[in-house]
């Protein structure tokens, strides 16, 4: 059974970084694509950034600049600079294995920008 675990969560004051991980452990064939979306109170899940197996990145307009994906065999990393309140909410992990597959998705990690 394959298991996706987030860290790097947290409290941060407006300007401040975060960087967030997930690995992915169990049996992997392959994977597509890793990448991270979040969820803010009120609003529906939204791409935030992600890479492709070759190393292709997409990100939203609203962090290009201030976010990077990067990824090391079977973790995905999210580095998060200059962060803004509009940044809050909770960051969720996503893993598509094959273009014809489901995403698997992790428990999600609150990201909270606030003074």
């Known amino acids: 059974q394959v298991q996706l675990v987030e860290s790097g969560g947290g409290l941060v004051q407006p300007g401040g970084s975060l960087r967030l991980s997930c690995a992915v452990s169990?049996?992997?064939?392959?994977?597509?694509?890793m990448g991270w979306f979040r969820q803010a109170p009120g609003k529906q899940r939204e791409l935030v950034a992600k890479i492709f197996s070759g190393g292709l990145t997409n990100y939203a307009d609203s962090v290009k600049g201030r976010c990077t994906i990067s990824r090391s065999k079977n973790t995905v990393y999210l580095q998060m600079n200059n962060l803004k309140p509009e940044d809050t909410g909770v960051y969720y992990c996503?893993?598509?294995?094959?273009?014809?597959?489901?995403?698997?998705w992790g428990q999600g990690t609150q990201v909270t920008v606030s003074s």
């Open positions: 169990g049996t992997i064939f392959s994977i597509y694509t």
């Open positions: 996503n893993v598509v294995w094959t273009t014809a597959s489901p995403p698997a």
